[in-house]
């Protein structure tokens, strides 16, 4: 339905968006996390151009908040405190841990979107969050939008490293 009204240049139905959007942050982190997958501690920790943080940092930043995303979806509440994520990188204290931290995330969502994928389709919930209330699908587009360019700059540090070729 998403992809007719655009065909025919109608707003997409927010209902279905959620849906949709869901489905699209996969390839996303799945990306992000096999990117991670053969990193040293060093490669791992290094300042990165964004804002000097380390891919560890971007990690948590990137991922917590699909840790969250299941349950905004249910209860309405979204309690995403990113500048308490330097609390949570502390206690990934290795390749392992960082990679272990994301998997488990990765594993979660992915779950949850196939459980609830049609169920997202049809209910779009207001949810509360600490920069105001919005819907799950503006949320959860966010969300993709905020994964999908720190993938970019995951990539383009990798490719500075020559840890990339494509």
Known sequence: ?????????????HIQESARLAWE??????SWLDRLRGLDWETLTKPTPSRGRSLRDLTVNVFHPFELLPAAWQSGSFPW???RDDEREALLDSVFEVVAYAGRIFTDWTDFVLEHGQELGR?????VSPRGDLRFSALLASQLE???FHREQLVDFLRAEGRVST
């Not at 942050?25 to 799945?30: A, F, G, I, K, S």
């Not at 209910?123 to 949810?127: A, G, I, K, L, W």
């Open 25 to 30: 942050t996969l390839p996303v982190l799945r």
């Open 146 to 148: 905020h994964a999908s």
């Open 1 to 13: 339905m998403s992809q007719l009204a655009v065909a025919l240049g109608l707003p997409v139905p």
């Open 81 to 83: 405190e990113p500048e």
């Open 123 to 127: 209910r779009d919930p207001t949810v």
